[in-house]
T-cell receptor, first 114, second 113 residues
Framework: DAGVIQSPRHEVTEMGQEVTLRCKPI?????LFWYRQTMMRGLELLIYFNNNVPIDDSGMPEDRFSAKMPNASFSTLKIQPSEPRDSAVYFC????????????FGDGTRLSIL | SQKIEQNSEALNIQEGKTATLTCNYTNYSPAYLQWYRQDPGRGPVFLLLIRENEKEKRKERLKVTFDTTLKQSLFHITASQPADSATYLCALPASGGSYIPTFGRGTSLIVHP
């Protein structure tokens, strides 16, 4: 079975540009999470969707960040405009519920903003 | 909100020995605690979950304990192998009313042949 699929794996762009990260969760999973990982702050939850509806976006750093989940098989995380401090690895994860179910992570997008 | 503490220093052990990693938390007692493994350039992979009413959980060479009095979980790998080298993260709910996990910073384990 395919796991969580993220694209692109790597993204290098100049500050001020729009960045769009994509995620395909595992089929049948109804919860989707976006995380950001840095050496300084570790793995931080940005936003959580349940049944395609955003439930908790308190981790989204600021208005430059937005996330959508138009259907059960696709989600995007957009940064506009991007800044150097946004450089990090962004992970998408899905799970079969919002309780204590294990999260299945993609291999992340390594984002570098110059 | 919950604060999770994992040793930031890498743990170096010899092959065949038992590795023990620690996860401490503050504030309230979580309903569950999870352990994940992360390899360089990859996403975390779920290993084990232990619930608040369980003292111990085992899976092959892995063992997790959960002490709600000490507010601590221990993660053991017996008969460690170089292939066990990775970063291990613990995760537990961020707050009393939430089941959404928040992650510790992780501890790097290095098993020497």
């Amino acid at each position: 079975d395919a796991g969580v699929i993220q694209s692109p794996r790597h993204e290098v762009t100049e500050m001020g540009q729009e960045v769009t990260l994509r995620c395909k969760p595992i089929s049948g999973h109804n919860s989707l999470f976006w995380y950001r990982q840095t050496m300084m702050r570790g793995l931080e939850l940005l936003i959580y969707f349940n049944n395609n509806v955003p439930i908790d976006d308190s981790g989204m750093p600021e208005d430059r960040f937005s996330a959508k989940m138009p259907n059960a098989s696709f989600s995007t995380l957009k940064i506009q405009p991007s800044e150097p401090r946004d450089s990090a690895v962004y992970f998408c994860a899905s799970s079969a519920g919002d309780r204590d179910q294990p999260q299945h992570f993609g291999d992340g997008t390594r984002l570098s903003i110059l | 909100s919950q604060k999770i503490e994992q040793n930031s220093e890498a743990l170096n052990i010899q092959e065949g020995k038992t590795a023990t990693l620690t996860c401490n938390y503050t504030n309230y007692s979580p309903a569950y605690l999870q352990w994940y493994r992360q390899d360089p350039g990859r996403g975390p992979v779920f290993l084990l979950l232990i619930r608040e009413n369980e003292k111990e959980k085992r899976k092959e060479r892995l063992k997790v304990t959960f002490d709600t009095t000490l507010k601590q979980s221990l993660f053991h790998i017996t008969a460690s192998q170089p292939a066990d080298s990775a970063t291990y993260l613990c995760a537990l709910p961020a707050s009393g009313g939430s089941y959404i996990p928040t992650f510790g910073r992780g501890t790097s384990l290095i098993v020497h042949p």
